[in-house]
């Protein structure tokens, strides 16, 4: 009897349960291709695009209007980083808003429910991205000894003058991740003993600054290049940054897209990460790990205000610098954010 009950149970996540019963499909006519032929969203969205169903006025059976929760910019933000349906999410906040926090709720409970089997593990061969990163990393943190720095900046500036860009710019909306590529390339031009690799024993300096960014994907992590990002406006750069990402998530990323990075920016911000130790992307000797902003104590000239601080980490080769000219270039990077006036959307 129990046997003959498992052959009749349909294996399905609960997000393909809900888009199923959403679009008024039968799971018993979805063909499941996650683990153990578990049924998943992707099925269920599959099957619609290769099925005619049946309409009732102009609305697939099942269809009902999406309701639009309200949902914070850093909750939008998450949900498009992780394909995640905010009409999927319920909402913790004032009248149901959608907070960060229920997204990332949701994005772990996507990944469990890609596991057929919660009492056994999960076996998954790694992907040929899965093998190269995790080849680099082993790579970069055997051969290179890192050292990490750690500064708090004061960004209340800069968050009021983003603002400003935001409302007065209605063709480019800088994200922090755009002014923070146009940063580290200014302090790279101003500090060349940090934009060093090291090639069959010899200190190599550029002369360019191209900067690369971390860019999470499903498969794992991939790193699009400004080139000459200390040439560029802040508007040049957030349109080119936006592009080259959008590329890289639609699986068409070109090979100049991801070539010559000589620093790699990683901003953890939209996770609420408040800090970590960046590990550096090889052959480039620095990188900046970027935690979230938050609202903060500040104290200033014996008076405490109320502002907003960002935390910075970066990691070093030690082979090819010291600390005192690291430390410069964090600073350099500091006073940039803190002051950020010069930077401009021309």
């Known amino acids: ?50 099925n005619e169903i049946a309409f009732s006025g102009g609305k697939p059976i099942g269809h009902q209007e999406k309701r639009g929760a309200a949902a914070t910019p850093l909750a939008k933000k998450i949900a498009e980083v992780n394909n995640i349906d905010l009409d999927l999410v319920e909402g913790s906040g004032w009248k149901g808003k959608i907070m960060s926090a229920d997204v990332l709720r949701a994005a772990s409970a996507a ?25 680099r990393m082993v790579y970069s943190k055997q051969s290179a000894p890192h050292v990490t720095l750690t ?14 860009w935001i409302q007065e710019a209605a063709a480019v909306k800088p994200s922090y991740t755009d002014i923070l590529v146009k940063v580290a390339a200014q302090s790279l031009r101003n500090h060349p003993h940090v934009n060093v690799s090291l090639d069959q024993g010899e200190i190599v300096y550029h002369q360019d600054c191209h900067i690369g960014v971390a860019v999470a994907l499903d498969e794992g992590l991939i790193v699009p290049v400004i080139h000459d990002a200390e ?20 699986g ?28 550096i992307n090889p052959p480039e000797s620095a990188i900046l790990g970027v935690g979230r902003i938050v609202e903060d104590l500040i104290v200033e000239n014996g008076r405490i205000r109320i502002g907003k601080t ?20 964090l600073k ?15």
């Open 252 to 279: 068409k990323v070109r090979p100049e897209d991801l070539q010559n990075g000589r620093f790699t920016i990683s901003n953890l911000g939209m996770y609420e990460v408040d800090g970590f130790t960046p590990i």
């Open 151 to 164: 500064v708090k900046a004061d960004v209340t500036k800069l968050v009021e003058l983003r603002n400003r």
């Open 111 to 135: 990944v469990r429910d890609s596991l057929p089997n919660r009492s056994a593990p999960l076996r998954s061969p790694m992907s040929a991205m899965r093998k190269t990163i995790a080849e």
């Open 1 to 50: 009897m129990l046997v003959a009950a498992q052959r009749n149970r349909i294996f399905a996540s609960p997000r393909a349960r809900r888009k199923a019963e959403l679009l008024g499909i039968s799971l018993q006519q979805v063909e499941g291709s996650g683990p153990a032929g578990r049924i998943i969203e992707a099925d269920v969205l599959f099957y619609q695009s290769e």
């Open 231 to 250: 040439q560029k406006s802040l508007a040049k750069i957030a349109a080119e940054l936006k592009e080259k990402v959008k590329r890289a998530k639609q």
């Open 310 to 329: 960002m935390m910075l980490s970066l990691s070093f080769d030690h082979r090819v610098m010291d600390g005192a000219p690291a430390a410069l270039f």
């Open 332 to 346: 350099n990077i500091k006073d940039l954010l803190e002051n950020p006036e010069s930077l401009g959307m021309t």
